[in-house]
């Protein structure tokens, strides 16, 4: 009597495991989404970390925040806000009210840093930024 539980448990689980259809994975596109505004301090230091603010707007409810694009070159640093959207979804409604996301910066050397925020395409299609200089002390 064991036997045929067993048996039939494992017809049970095989039926199950086997009827479950397997969707293909959902799949999204990427983005990163200019910067509406930020709030920084207005100098640095060495070792020091210093919060920084960003507001950004999402064109949509369907746009998912995904991190914070962060470039360096030098004492370069190049930000925007990344996010993705499910493809296919269809999105309705009003545009939702800007989000805001921050981030710690450490600077490990004294000098003038730019930061490069991105403020999305102009006509031509051409990025653009707003620049920022700060004095990083020792």
Same mark, same amino acid.
């Given at each position: 009597m064991?036997?045929?539980?067993k048996?039939?448990?494992?017809l049970?689980?095989? /039926?199950?495991?086997?009827?479950? +259809? @397997?969707?293909?994975?959902? =799949?999204? #596109?990427?983005?990163?989404? &200019?910067?509406?505004?930020y709030?920084?301090?207005?100098?640095?230091k060495?070792?020091?970390?210093?919060?920084?603010?960003?507001?950004?707007q999402?064109?949509?409810?369907?746009?998912?925040?995904?991190?914070?694009?962060?470039y360096?070159?030098d004492?370069?640093? /190049?930000?925007?806000?990344?996010? +993705? @959207?499910k493809?296919?979804? =269809?999105? #309705?409604?009003?545009v939702? &009210?800007?989000?805001?996301?921050?981030?710690n910066?450490?600077?490990?050397?004294?000098?003038?840093?730019?930061?490069?925020?991105?403020?999305?395409e102009?006509?031509?299609?051409?990025n653009?930024?707003e620049?920022?200089?700060?004095?990083v002390?020792?």
């Open positions: 064991k036997k045929m539980k048996i039939a448990l494992f049970v689980l095989m /039926t199950t495991l086997l009827s479950c +259809s @397997v969707d293909k994975a959902d =799949t999204y #596109t990427n983005y990163v989404l &200019p910067v509406d505004s709030t920084l301090p207005e100098t640095f060495v070792g020091g970390s210093h919060e920084i603010k960003l507001k950004y999402k064109p949509t409810a369907c746009y998912i925040y995904g991190g914070i694009y962060y360096s070159e004492k370069t640093r /190049t930000i925007g806000v990344y996010a +993705s @959207v493809d296919g979804e =269809t999105c #309705t409604g009003e939702p &009210p800007l989000t805001e996301v921050s981030f910066f450490t600077p490990t050397t004294a000098g003038t840093y730019t930061f490069k925020f991105y403020k999305g102009d006509d031509a299609g051409e653009t930024f620049d920022v200089e700060i004095v002390a020792e």
